[in-house]
């Protein structure tokens, strides 16, 4: 049933997203505790570095980045001609990206799906792996031809009885062996 499939995998995963948002959320005390832990240390060292230093690296990095900047733009081919098989060729390569980010998002989602599915399991208290359905073929018994019956002496013990399916059969059998005896004495007259 593909369409019922199709209605609980969403909801299977919004389980999947609520379980992992559960076990993100159990680390986060150690994470403030560490964060307060490291702190003192840190505000600290802000406190000692000197504002003349850090203004002075931060002016580096600025004109490092600006002759980058520069030499990029100055090096751009003007051809316009080139321009566009280049950004012919971005965009080809974009859609390619595009489709796999796709491919990969659709894994991820069918996990946590797979994910939401045990999760929900688990909270129903059932098995981790889906029951597998066993089919038993029940094929008829053979039908027996009933045994002559053998007068028993008294002092003898009765036999065990055979079951009641059996005996059915051997009474149908004696009743139209009966029956056909009438009808050849009814012939015979």
Do not use: H, N
């Not at 894994?107 to 066993?134: D, F, L, S």
């Not at 007068?151 to 079951?163: G, M, N, Q, T």
């Amino acid at each position: 049933m593909p369409l019922i499939d199709e209605l609980r995998t969403p909801l299977y995963f919004a389980a999947g997203t609520a379980d992992l948002a559960v076990r993100q959320a159990r680390k986060v005390p150690a994470l403030i505790e560490q964060l307060a832990a490291e702190a003192p240390g840190r505000i600290e060292a802000v406190r000692q570095t000197d504002p003349k230093a850090a203004r002075e690296k931060v002016q580096e990095k600025v004109q490092a980045t600006v002759a980058e900047v520069v030499g990029v733009v100055g090096g751009l081919d003007t051809d316009l001609k080139k321009l566009g098989e280049t950004a012919q060729d971005l965009a080809l390569r974009g859609v390619g990206v595009a489709a796999e980010y796709a491919v990969k998002a659709r894994e991820k989602y069918e996990e946590v799906a797979a994910r939401g599915e045990e999760t929900v399991r688990a909270w129903r208290g059932e098995t981790a792996e889906p029951a597998t359905e066993i089919t038993v073929v029940v094929e008829p018994e053979p039908v027996v031809e009933p045994e002559p019956a053998v007068a028993e002496a008294p002092d003898a013990k009765p036999a065990a009885r055979k079951p009641a399916a059996r005996k059915a059969p051997a009474k149908k059998t004696a009743a139209k062996a009966d029956a056909k005896a009438e009808s050849a004495a009814g012939a015979a007259e």
